[in-house]
């Protein structure tokens, strides 16, 4: 069935490069996205890539898709504070677009 | 700011009674899905509605139902809470590929 995973905790010097990691399971999903979730608020849509591209750079943001081991991740470089939030990778499955997510990657940033 | 918005922002409620929460989709979104994000947990997929009509549903009861205006505008009514309904409701509207959240509404039943 729909299924992704994440790992629960990252934690990263501020300055250095945070690289979150996904895998999915429904080969299908024509598009994939990263969210952001501060504490108490909603998702903010960070970034996406469509299925056929392997990379996709914006700005300090870069989303690797590597579809034969059905794997995601977000780099984010040079780390800082306000990067702390939980990160959701989130696949499209059915054909109406529904969101199927992770249970999300806590990242901490530390001095 | 996604120009989505969500009312009320916090509510309190006790078992058994039923519940109503809005959205505004950002203008022009002809497509708008509620999500139900339990503490811990990513978000699930509560249902679709396009153009008004419901378009696809979760694995939730009957008891959670919705309504899209002609305004694109809608609403999520959960009857008979249960306290495992406690949890933040999150509203996306989008019109193509890309799925823009409001703020939530924290749903707590007591």
């Known amino acids: 069935g729909e299924d992704v995973e994440q790992s629960l905790f990252l934690s990263v010097r501020e300055g250095d490069s945070s690289v979150i990691n996904c895998t999915y399971t429904?080969?299908?999903?024509?598009?994939l996205y990263w969210y952001k979730q501060e504490p108490g608020a909603g998702l903010q849509l960070l970034t996406y890539i469509f299925s056929n591209m392997d990379m996709k750079q914006d700005q300090r943001l870069t989303v690797l898709l590597n579809k034969k081991d059905k794997h995601l991740s977000l780099r984010i470089a040079d780390t800082q504070t306000g990067d702390s939030a939980i990160y959701f990778c989130?696949?499209?499955?059915?054909?109406?677009?529904?969101?199927?997510f992770g249970a999300g990657t806590r990242l901490a940033v530390h001095p | 700011e996604t120009g989505v918005t969500q009312s009320p922002t916090h509510l309190i409620k006790t078992r058994g009674q039923q519940v109503t929460l809005r959205c505004s989709s950002q203008?022009?979104?002809?497509?708008v899905s509620w999500y139900q994000q339990a503490l811990g947990q990513g978000p699930q997929f509560i249902f679709q509605?396009?153009?008004?009509?419901?378009?696809g549903r979760g694995n939730f009861p009957p008891r959670f139902s919705g309504l899209q205006f002609p305004n694109y505008s809608s609403e999520l009514n959960v009857n008979a809470l249960e306290l495992d309904d406690s949890a933040l409701y999150l509203c996306?509207?989008?019109?193509?590929?890309?799925?823009?959240f409001g703020p939530g509404t924290r749903l707590t039943v007591l």
């Open positions: 996306a509207s989008s019109l193509g590929y890309e799925q823009f």
């Open positions: 429904d080969s299908s999903s024509t598009y």
């Open positions: 203008s022009g979104h002809n497509t």
């Open positions: 509605y396009y153009r008004e009509e419901e378009n």
């Open positions: 989130a696949g499209v499955s059915g054909g109406y677009n529904k969101l199927i």
